[in-house]
């Protein structure tokens, strides 16, 4: 069985396959550190490069790279046909926000690293979904109005 993501064709794993290593990508969100990670990525809200930058260079850097790099794998496993992209995207949501967090400095970072293949798998998994786009920035906004709200609730 074959699947087309992007303009690659991938050999498809079976269902369980899929399924352990949905699991195992599980389990590893699970790990204390990562939790924080994730956490401190939900309300990381760069709106500029420099922004995303004192994050990703600050004392909370390590978050940064952690999540984003974990679901570049993630996407990557995905992307090269480990892990049947639909279970993935049926069992699995916080890619898109991450990528909802880099996508607007993609540019920069690409040129910055000089790695036009900076978040690439990503991406690809992230926009080859139908109404990928809207998706990131449904996300996004939503995001940010979370933010809001905890913030006005901190204040009160």
């Keep these: 069985m074959t699947a087309q993501i992007g303009v690659t064709i991938l050999n498809m794993p079976t269902p369980a396959e899929s399924a352990e290593l949905i699991l195992k990508l599980y389990d590893l969100r699970r790990e204390d550190t990562m939790r924080k990670a994730r956490d401190f990525m939900v309300s990381f809200d760069p709106r500029t490069f420099e922004e995303?930058?004192?994050?990703?260079?600050?004392?909370?850097?390590?978050?940064?790279?952690?999540?984003?790099?974990?679901?570049?794998m993630a996407a990557s496993l995905v992307v090269n046909g480990a892990i049947d992209a639909k279970m993935f995207l049926d069992a699995n949501g916080e890619h898109i926000l991450t990528f909802s967090k880099v996508q607007p400095f993609l540019s920069q970072l690409r040129e910055m690293f000089?790695?036009?293949?900076?978040?690439?798998?990503?991406?690809?998994?992230?926009?080859?979904?139908?109404?990928?786009?809207?998706?990131?920035?449904?996300?996004?906004?939503?995001?940010?109005?979370?933010?809001?709200?905890?913030?006005?609730?901190?204040?009160s």
């Design 52 to 72: 995303f930058m004192a994050g990703f260079t600050g004392p909370n850097s390590g978050y940064v790279r952690m999540v984003t790099s974990y679901w570049e």
């Design 114 to 155: 000089q790695n036009p293949n900076v978040m690439k798998s990503l991406e690809t998994l992230v926009l080859s979904q139908p109404d990928g786009q809207k998706r990131v920035d449904s996300t996004r906004e939503m995001i940010r109005n979370m933010i809001a709200m905890r913030s006005a609730a901190a204040k």
